[in-house]
T-cell receptor, first 109, second 113 residues
Framework: ELKVEQNPLFLSMQEGKNYTIYCNYS?????LYWYRQDPGKSLESLFV?????AVKQEGRLMASLDTKARLSTLHITAAVHDLSATYFC?????????FGTGTSLTVIP | DAGITQSPRHKVTETGTPVTLRCHQT?????MYWYRQDPGHGLRLIHY???????DKGEVSDGYSVSRSKTEDFLLTLESATSSQTSVYFC????????????FGPGTRLTVT
């Protein structure tokens, strides 16, 4: 059974602090995606990582992919309240996505 | 943003009734997907399509069927709704041209009483 595990599931952090969300998966995949979801809303694409060693940055978020370790990280730098949301990773080993259960992030002023 | 709409956005129905949810995309994407989202489970794939009339089952397909007669439309049918199918349903579409990235619709909140 393919598993995609995110850690932590819940994260409460102060504004200005740094933190990393981890996404481990149990199958071979060269494609990994990060999404953001605000409460009651749809999913918004953040990053598309397509190869081992891929790193992408947008604002205070940076995502990386290590396909050998089957691990992706989403690093948050100097968090601000607007980053409060649920973050999902998804792997695509073939013809469908498998999502993690999400990390609910709350940034406290 | 990809143009993906879902209808209806909210629906309340009774156990045992058939329900059809519609997904419409204007991006000419080859691939379309139906997911359900439940607390503690993230998103789980119900069915997907890789072209007109080409569909396949996902992780949680029991009790659901789909049809795709046109590139832009993907229908999800609950033949006889059950309370366990109360959920938020998301449609998504994508193509190989965009690295198979999936673009999501706004969601349909379905309540089965």
């Amino acid at each position: 059974e393919l598993k995609v595990e995110q850690n932590p599931l819940f994260l409460s952090m102060q504004e200005g602090k740094n933190y990393t969300i981890y996404c481990n998966y149990s199958t071979t995949s060269d494609r990994l995606y990060w999404y953001r979801q605000d409460p009651g809303k749809s999913l918004e694409s953040l990053f598309v990582l397509l190869s081992n060693g891929a790193v992408k940055q947008e604002g205070r978020l940076m995502a990386s992919l290590d396909t050998k370790a089957r691990l992706s990280t989403l690093h948050i730098t100097a968090a601000v309240h607007d980053l409060s949301a649920t973050y999902f990773c998804a792997v695509d080993p073939g013809n469908q996505f498998y999502f993690g259960t999400g990390t609910s992030l709350t940034v406290i002023p | 943003d990809a143009g993906i709409t879902q209808s209806p956005r909210h629906k309340v129905t009774e156990t045992g009734t058939p329900v059809t949810l519609r997904c419409h995309q204007t991006e000419n994407h080859r691939y379309m997907y139906w997911y359900r989202q439940d607390p503690g489970h993230g998103l789980r794939l119900i069915h997907y399509s890789y072209g007109v009339k080409d569909t396949d089952k996902g992780e949680v397909s029991d009790g659901y069927s789909v049809s795709r007669s046109k590139t832009e439309d993907f229908l999800l049918t609950l033949e006889s709704a059950t309370s366990s199918q109360t959920s938020v349903y998301f449609c998504a579409s994508g193509s190989s041209d965009s690295s198979y990235e999936q673009y999501f619709g706004p969601g349909t909140r379905l309540t089965v009483t």
